[in-house]
């Protein structure tokens, strides 16, 4: 994705989190934990949904991509961040910090339409409960999730093609754990100011029309509930979209605070933190989130695992 007529930087150097050997060793425990969790734990996910028929509804529909979401975007960082935290030469290519660029974008925009999907889902389910299987029918469901893939494929190729009209000529000292637009951008040695008017443009489009997406969703959520005169149905309902409510308000919360501002207010410590929260940290949350606080998947659970020991014993 690189054109080496741009540059004369071959290769990027990624500084990460930290010179001292003491802490990258206790990161490299913490992450590497972390990711192997994060790959259990939505691999799992997406097999417990496909393997039991009673989650074959739109809401677990909406959840098993975002579980493949997760472990995909999660793979294009955490591998290459646990490779640079045990080795002194933290180089990575100018083709592959690039290419891991334009996929975090993608896969990050898709699961920011993504949850304003999930979110639509929750206000057909508790708003308008009698025509949810219409409304909701699987043609609708494939459709929401395609334009999400579709928009986060046109912000991604629209701002790595900007990004590959740059010069990179100077320094070629990336200060994060991975290429992400900021920091790259910084290294630039020709005006990036119309690059960043694109980029900042198409982060705000992508967060703030998911996320208001999200909002009217739960405002509407909310004046429906408070219309329902049973308190176990107030519960009952507001239980249905909590898990999607708190994994919302962690992943938009972290990323509007990173890409909701000029590339130039990039802080080195503040901005690090909240990336490895949505990148490394997010990823391993949202499995846990939704199947412990979910009866549906804990029930579907011992309903596999009981048809596992029925086989045995036959």
Request: charged residues 10%; glycine residues 4%.
């Amino acid at each position: 994705m690189g054109s080496r007529n741009n540059t004369n930087v071959s290769d990027f150097i990624l500084v990460g989190l930290t010179e001292s050997e003491e802490i990258q060793l206790f990161l490299f425990n913490l992450f590497l934990l972390i990711y192997l969790i994060t790959v259990l734990g939505n691999a799992g996910m997406i097999l417990t949904i496909h393997l039991d028929l009673q989650l074959h509804t739109p809401m677990y529909f909406f959840l098993s991509h975002l579980s493949s979401l997760d472990l995909s975007y999660s793979t294009v960082i955490t591998p290459k961040t646990l490779e640079n935290l045990l080795t002194s030469k933290k180089h990575i290519s100018f083709g592959g910090c690039f290419s891991q660029m334009y996929f975090f974008i993608t896969l990050a925009a898709t699961e920011c339409f993504l949850l304003s999907s999930m979110a639509y889902d929750r206000y057909v389910a508790i708003s308008k409960p009698l025509q949810y299987p219409v409304i909701m029918s699987t043609t609708h469901c494939c459709s929401l999730i395609m334009a999400s893939y579709m928009i986060g494929f046109i912000d991604s190729t629209v701002s790595v093609i900007g990004m590959n009209t740059l010069h990179f000529c100077n320094s070629n000292v990336v200060h994060h754990f991975f290429c992400d637009t900021a920091p790259v951008l910084a290294l630039s040695c020709t005006d990036t100011h119309n690059v960043e008017i694109v980029i900042f443009t198409f982060a705000c489009f992508t967060l703030v029309a998911s996320a208001s997406i999200v909002g009217v969703s739960y405002v509407s959520i909310v004046s429906a509930i408070l219309k329902i005169n049973s308190t176990s149905g107030k519960r009952k309902a507001f239980s249905t979209c909590a898990s999607h409510f708190l994994g919302v308000t962690v992943f938009y919360g972290s990323m509007m605070f990173t890409y909701v501002k000029p590339s130039r207010s990039y802080t080195l410590g503040k901005d690090q933190v909240a990336s490895v929260f949505y990148s490394i940290v997010i990823p391993m949350l949202n499995p846990l989130i939704y199947s412990l606080r979910n009866k549906e998947v804990k029930n579907a659970l011992i309903r596999i695992k009981k048809k596992r020991g029925s086989r045995r014993l036959l």
